[in-house]
Structure formats: C-alpha cells, structure tokens
C-alpha cells in the first residue's frame, strides 16, 4: 500500500473523498479531482508526486477533499495495486437502486 | 408506542440544531476533519468506501407507520430510494450528502427518530426481541425496559467515553430472539421461585475478531436495580477496560482476561457502593413508561377463523407464506407477521421507499400502525388479525414483499460487506445473491427446513457469520476475495459458536460445496433434525469431507 507520505512503489496516484458529497476522486493530469479514475494521473516522477501531495494538501485545507493519500498503482494495468482500491475504483458491484432502476 | 416527553423532544432538537452548526462550520473550514469525526460519528454519520453512509437508529426495533413513511422520505429525497435494515434492527442509507445531513436530522426529528447512539464508543441503541408485546411467550413486554435503558443511557456523561462500543440486548421470552448472549451486556427478563419478575444479566459476550458467548453476571436481580447495577457493570468496565488497544477494549475481553468470577466480584463490589436510590426509577414511572407500551384494543376473537382457514385450503401460495412467515400472537384471533426482505434479486435487508410507505399503509390497516425491524434484517407486523391475513398476503405480494422464506435458507443474515464498507476485506452481498439463486426453488428450500446462513464481508463479524448455522467470512489475499466457511453456530438461546472448518474457497467452490454439505444433511437426518441438529449429532467431519472433496 502506498501512504500520504509517498512511500509506495511504482507509480502513484493520490486518492481522497469529496468533502461534500463524500465521493471517492482522484487527482487528474490539471491537479484537478475526478471521480472518473480512467482520468486519474498515474506516475513516477517525483517532482510530479510533490505536486500532487502539495495540491492534495492545499485542497484538504479548502475543504474541497477529506482523507488524501497516495496509492500504488500496477504499471502493466495502470489499476489500483491493492484489491480495496482496485474495488474503490469501481463503485459498489451491487447496489440496490441500479438493479430496480430507482435512483 | 414510547411518545417523546418534552425532554426528549429538547434534546433530539438541540443535537440536531448542534449538529448543522458543526457541519456548516466543517464546510467553512472552521473544524478540521479530525475535529469534525468524532461529532459525525456522534451522530451516525459514517464516511464509508464510496461515500457517507447515515444510520438511524430504531430504538428496540419499534417504529410506528408514521416513522417508516418518514425513512422512505429520507430514502427518496436525500438518498437513491431505498434504506437498509441492519443487524442491530437500525436503518442506514447509503448515499447522503453532507450537507442536507441536518435536513435528514430534523426530518428525523418531526416523527421522534435520530441518529444518536449508532456510533462510538457509548451504549449503543438497545436491541430487542422484535415479537416484544406480541408473543405468548413473553413474561412481559421488554419494551419499557428497553426505554428505559434508552433514556437513561442517552448521552450519558459517565458512559459517553467508554473503551469501546457498548451493546445491550433485551429479552423476555425463553427462545432468543435478540441474540443477548452475544452482546456486552444480555438481560433477560425472568420470574424467580417466589413468583417475581427481575432480570437475567449475561456479560461478556460478542462477536467481531474474538467472538465469545457471555456468561451470566447475575441470575436474578429485582426490577428496581437495574440501573444501578448496569451501572455498577459499566463503571467496572469503563475503569478496567483495555484502552492501549482497540481490538482487545470490549468488556469481553476484560470479563476474559479477569475471569467471570472475580469481574462478578468487582460489579457486586462497586454495586455495594451505590446508593440505589439515587438510580433507582420509582414504580410510578416505570408504570409511566410502560403505558405507552400498552396492548392494543384487540378484539375479543376466536383462532383459526373460518375466512382464515378456508384460505389455507383452498389458496396453496398463501397457505405456504402464513405456514411460514407467520408466528402465533398472545392474543386468540390475532397472529405475528413475517415480512421477509429476502428476495432472490436484492440485497438482504434492503427496502425501497415504495415498500416503505407500502408496508406503513399495511401497518395502519391491519397491525394498528406498528411494525417492527428484526437483527435478522426483515420486518415484522406485531398484530395483524387472522382473518385479514389474506388481504394482508394479497398486499404483501403486490408490493413484492411477499417471499416465503423466512428462517429458511435463503433467509440470509448479511452484512454490506465491501460494496459499501470501508472495513470489509471482500464483498458479502454477492454470495448472498448466489446462495439465494443456487436454492432458489421454494420447495427445495422448505424441505431443507430451519437453516440460518450469515455472511460477513470481514472479521469484524457485522453480518453474525460466527453463529450461522453455516458462517461464511469473506477475506481477501493477493487480491483475490476467498471465503471461510464455519459450521454448528447458534444465534439461539443456546448460543454457540460455530467452528472454522478449514482453509477458505473462491465464490463458485463455496457455493458448491454449501450445496454439497446441505445434500450430505438431507441424507443422514433424522426425523425432525434441522441442519444443525444433523450436524451436532455426526460432527464436522462428516461436512469437512463432502466440502473440501
């Protein structure tokens, strides 16, 4: 697993949730949020990863995010290494309001 | 129904005018998110993997129709449209924003409903037998004393801070229906020798990482000491309790660690030092507390009504639901409803708002307004006349809530497990949905009788796997979710927990071989034997063999 402060290997992308809604985002190539991951930046290179933990701090602060931090990314499938963030990624695989089309 | 005095009413209002003050103040960046847990948690308020999560508590599993239209309009307009009912008889919602938290609060608050007591480490919402008021069985309802723990536990500023969570279950009926020897604390209400009502007292007992049964902490203790002596309980686990380490912080762990007889030793020893009548609730009161909680007005009926029992013959879907879902009620005429929310397509214990506002008009109609939520995630009409039984079958098929599988293996316990908790390892909903599917034929799931399947998506147990006839656990390892099977649980009065029979499956094995173990039971019962009798009468060897062949 990869931490706040980037101890992971390979590449990183830095995760959070969204203050108000509470929505998982990742920080995208602007050093913007998405909650769409295919956006999110993944990468090694470590003045890019001190930009994105500057950015990620400085938004905590704004109350834009809650609860940043890096995680490792897989380089042969640009997904989430660990099975929890790889699932982050996709939302829930069931949920109650798609199977009946409430919501 | 307990109605709100105006104590109460003043304090739900205050927390919730509280509350909105400290989100708008989170959302102008005047508290940190450290600052801003706690208060959140302190109000119901989860973060969970995808989102925030809002649960609400359901006092002693008890809401009026009123109420649960109120939860189908949370469900509606600040949620996707449907609740979840918990294994602690609350409701949660998956999907809240933020800011309209207050909003749902102050919604909650019209009807006599919060969020208090759903998180950290306090007492939590008391749960309770949900046929409470309605069964024979009962030596009275267990009710007003569940209300009466409530209001004296409610922001309690002794026990607001204790080591950890802090779980009570109340019963008044020899069969268990509320799980209390699972609890921190389980009472039982009792009469002794001499004809008196008082109160069993179990401690120690949990689930979660170290599932223990709890062991009795007082075999009769008089009506008028309870307070006093939970309290006495509480301040010796408050005092005693691990704190260096929150996996070993539950009073069981500490009743573990202590020995029952020396913690029994410390209560008796702190109980010796409180003056009981600075606790003690006068008789006027509990009669005070108990009139909100009167029977209805039944009507003087005879059983098995003509209208009742022609249905029975005549209408075979019918005589198959009320077979099953229905239980024997107190009153001659009248009869305890069933409401499974285990369909084969949705998730256990989930309820769209539709249903909700379906199954208030069907309280209102046929159980004069009452309904109650179940630890095994369904529904119950407490007081529904036998000759509408029909009617209200009729009803309950219109609105899809008409599944006849209650306590039947498809009657699953499980928990949200990964889809959406932060702390599940793996995901639980869809092995639930297979099971359910594998055994999808009614008939093949009535002559396989009693079975309880309980599925939690990690150690923390929220989903009861421990005492599941068949526990699943769900784990994941190098990214691949695997499950652990145990065997001979019991969520009963005679509480057992089951055993892990051995190394973990993928999905499609796990389904496999439940249907393997279920065949094996078929073939060796005996007449009458339940799954768990089988098992308890030829071991787990036997299952170990057809499940890991």
């Keep these: 697993m990869s931490t706040l402060k980037h101890k992971g290997k390979g590449p990183q992308s830095m995760t959070a949730n969204e203050l108000r809604d509470g929505f998982s985002v990742w920080l ?51 997904l989430p290494a660990r099975y929890r963030e790889k699932f982050r990624v996709n939302g829930p695989s069931y949920d109650t309001a798609d199977v009946l089309e409430i919501s | 129904m307990y109605r709100y005095d105006e104590f109460d009413a003043q304090l739900v209002a205050d927390r919730t005018r509280q509350f909105r003050g400290q989100v708008e ?23 969970q993997l995808h989102a925030y999560m809002l649960r609400v508590a359901v006092p002693y599993g008890t809401l009026n129709s009123e109420q649960f239209r109120m939860l189908a309009h949370l469900a509606e307009k600040y949620d996707r449209g449907y609740g979840h009912v918990t294994t602690r008889q609350n409701m949660q919602f998956n999907w809240p924003k ?99 009502i008082g109160y069993k007292i179990y401690v120690g007992g949990g689930l979660g990482r170290t599932p223990i049964i709890g062991q009795v ?36 762990i500490l009743v573990q660690e202590t020995g029952i007889e020396t913690f029994t030793e410390q209560v008796e020893a702190e109980y010796a030092t409180i003056d009981i009548s600075d606790i003690s609730v006068s008789d006027a009161e509990r009669e005070r507390i108990a009139s909100y909680f009167a029977a209805p007005d039944f009507e003087t009926l005879e059983n098995d009504p003509k209208a009742f029992t022609d249905a029975l013959q005549v209408n075979n879907a019918f005589s198959l639901w009320a077979n099953n879902n229905v239980a024997a009620h107190k009153a001659a005429g009248y009869a305890i409803v069933n409401i499974s929310l285990k369909p084969k397509e949705l998730a256990p214990g989930d309820i769209t708002a539709a249903q909700m506002r379906d199954v208030s008009d069907m309280a209102d109609t046929y159980s004069f307004g009452e309904l109650r939520s179940t630890h095994q995630q369904n529904l119950v009409l407490p007081h ?47 092995i639930s949905q297979a099971i359910a599917e594998r055994f999808a034929d009614p008939e093949r799931q009535r002559t396989i009788g009693e079975m309880q399947i309980k599925i939690s998506g990690c150690i923390n147990a929220c989903g009861h796997h421990h005492v599941g006839h068949i526990g699943i656990l769900g784990l994941e390892k190098a990214g691949v979710e695997f499950y652990q099977i145990k065997l001979g ?59 890991y062949a």
């Design chain 2, 384 to 430: 529904v006349k036998q000759s509408d039984l029909l009617a209200l079958f009729t009803e309950l098929q219109a609105a899809g809530l008409a599944a006849d599988n209650i306590n039947l293996i498809t009657d699953i316990i499980c928990c949200p497990g990964m889809d959406f908790c932060a702390l599940a390892t793996a995901r639980s909903i869809p």
């Design chain 2, 98 to 196: 933020l800011p309209d938290v207050p909003d749902m609060l102050d919604d909650l608050a019209s009807v006599q409903m919060h969020a208090i007591q759903t998180s950290g480490n306090c007492i939590r919402n008391v749960t309770c037998d949900p046929y409470a008021g309605a069964t024979a069985e009962e030596v009275e309802d267990p009710r007003p004393m569940a209300e009466l723990i409530r209001q004296w536990s409610t922001l309690h500023p002794e026990f607001t801070f204790l080591p950890r969570k802090f779980k009570i279950a109340v019963t008044a009926a020899e069969k268990d229906r509320a799980l209390i020897k699972a609890h921190d604390i389980g009472i039982q209400i009792i009469r002794n020798a001499a004809g008196d």
């Design chain 2, 489 to 547: 649980g019991d969520a009963s009065e005679h509480a057992e927990i089951g055993k892990v029979t051995g190394p973990g499956f993928s999905q499609e094995e796990l389904i496999d071989g439940i249907e393997n173990m279920v065949d094996l039971y078929l073939k060796q019962r005996e007449a009458g034997e339940r799954f768990l009798d089988t098992y308890r009468r030829i071991g787990i060897a036997p299952f170990k063999e057809v499940l």
């Design chain 1, 28 to 78: 995208d190539e602007n050093l913007d949020w998405t909650r769409d991951f295919t956006k999110a930046l993944r990468t090694e290179d470590t003045d890019l990863i001190d930009r994105m933990h500057l950015r990620a701090e400085t938004d905590e602060k704004a109350n834009l995010v809650v609860g940043i931090y890096f995680i490792d990314i897989e380089p042969e499938t640009g």
């Design chain 2, 217 to 252: 902490l007082r075999e009769f203790l008089p009506k008028g000491e309870l307070l006093a002596y939970l309290t006495a309980a509480l301040r010796v686990y408050n005092r005693y309790g691990r704190r260096d380490n929150k996996y070993k912080a539950r009073i069981k």
């Design chain 2, 25 to 47: 103040r989170r959302l102008a960046g005047r508290l940190s998110e450290a600052e801003f847990r706690p208060l959140r948690l302190m109000n119901g308020l989860y973060l």
